[in-house]
Each structure stands twice: as structure tokens, then as C-alpha cells.
């Protein structure tokens, strides 16, 4: 049977029972930060993390996930790409920036591959932001996901976008020397929110 979301605990980073040690979502840069980087990241108020956990047993992290603000910043931006992005805004003057969330860690403990929670967690986020109880506008949806094939394919099934099809667009976009900063690993993608509320509203 189908984990889903709604049947498990949500707990916030800081929680005292959490079982991080324990948590292995076979992506070790991840399982770093929940376990080393994530009380530190939330106590600079540079995001909040958050985990999903057994019912049975409250200690058992399932999955966890962290969002920080974020902004999409359109004169950065080509027009080409500028009007691809925001195709669906209205605003007559413009935007400097696009008001959006930053999907900044997704992991999912390895015994429960399987049960399609990262595509439940971006669910979750997306119609968390659009809901009456945010507090502040976000426009968007973004993930900086690694620049593996599989996982890009896997967030595209996701509804989010590339930024950029070509790489050297979204090195300039970035500011990445990679004399200086080393390859780019990762790709910014992004969902326009806008559409999952209008969805809302109308059914």
C-alpha cells in the first residue's frame, strides 16, 4: 500500500525525537545537511526544514524538505526567456524580480522509495504557497536540481521547467565563472504557481 502524506506526522527541524542519523536518502550531500547543516541553515533564517514521519514511530524520518525565499530575477534575464517565464504574468508594469520559494533540499529515506513522496513533497509546497494562509506572495517554484538526466526528467513529470536550455545561458544568468567557481552541477527549474491556482479556484 501507497505511503501518502496526509497519513504521516509532520514535524519540524528541531523536533527533539527525530532520528536524522538514521535517515539515508542515497544522496550523501543530503543526508549532510539534514543531519549537520539544517538547524544552523534555520537558525540564520536562511530557510526552514522540515520531515514527514511514521505515525507508529514518531522518531522515523520518512522524508524531509527544506524552502528558503527565493526570487527570479527578470533583468537578468533575455527577453526571449524573459517572456517564456512569464508568460502567464499580467502585472501591466513589470516586475524587477518574481516573487518565489526555493524547494532548496528534497530527500526521501531509501526504505520507502517507491511511494512517490517526492512528487507528493513538491505537491504539497506548490499548494501550500498558494493557499489563503501564506503570508507573503510567491509566484514561483524553484528547484537548483542536479544536472543528472534522470532527475531532470523526474522534476519536468513534476511540472517545473529548465530555466535555460543551454547551460552557458544559465552560467551568465548566475554569474558562474567556472575558472573561479568550478562546473556547474546543478540547473535552476521552475514552476509558475500562478496555474496551479487558477485550477484551484476553478474546480
Same mark, same amino acid.
Given at each position: 500500500?501507497? @505511503? ?6 509532520? *514535524? ?12 539515508? /536518502? ?8 539534514? $543531519? ?8 540564520? @533564517? ?29 533583468? +537578468?534575464?533575455?527577453?526571449? &526567456? &524573459? ?6 504574468? +499580467? +502585472? ?17 529515506? &531509501? $526504505?520507502?522509495?517507491?511511494? +512517490? @513522496? ?16 501564506? *503570508?507573503?506572495? /510567491? ?15 523526474? #522534476?519536468? &513529470? ?8 543551454? *547551460? ?19 540547473? @535552476?527549474? #521552475? $514552476? ?12
Amino acid at each position: 500500500m501507497e @505511503l501518502l502524506l496526509k497519513d504521516l506526522l509532520w *514535524k519540524p527541524q528541531g523536533s527533539p525525537e527525530l532520528d536524522i542519523v538514521s535517515f539515508d /536518502c542515497e544522496r550523501e550531500s543530503v543526508n549532510e545537511f539534514f $543531519r549537520e547543516e539544517a538547524q544552523g541553515y534555520q537558525d540564520e @533564517l536562511f530557510g526552514k526544514t522540515y520531515y514527514f514521519c511514521l505515525p507508529q514511530n514518531p522518531s522515523s524520518v520518512v522524508a524531509g524538505f527544506t524552502v528558503a525565499n527565493a526570487s527570479i530575477f527578470t533583468k +537578468h534575464l533575455s527577453r526571449t &526567456r &524573459r517572456e517564456k517565464i512569464g508568460s502567464e504574468v +499580467h +502585472h501591466q508594469k513589470g516586475l524587477i524580480n518574481y516573487p518565489s520559494v526555493l524547494l532548496a533540499q528534497l530527500g526521501v529515506d &531509501r $526504505r520507502y522509495k517507491g511511494n +512517490h @513522496l517526492g512528487s507528493q513533497i513538491i505537491d504539497f509546497v506548490s499548494t501550500w504557497f498558494v493557499s489563503q494562509s501564506n *503570508k507573503s506572495g /510567491c509566484r514561483y517554484l524553484i528547484v537548483d536540481a542536479y544536472d543528472e538526466p534522470e532527475l531532470i526528467q523526474y #522534476y519536468q &513529470r513534476n511540472k517545473l521547467q529548465l530555466f535555460f536550455s543551454d *547551460k552557458s545561458q544559465e552560467m551568465k544568468y548566475r554569474n558562474w565563472n567556472e575558472d573561479k567557481d568550478g562546473q556547474l552541477e546543478t540547473r @535552476l527549474m #521552475y $514552476r509558475d504557481l500562478i496555474l496551479l491556482r487558477r485550477m484551484s479556484i476553478r474546480q
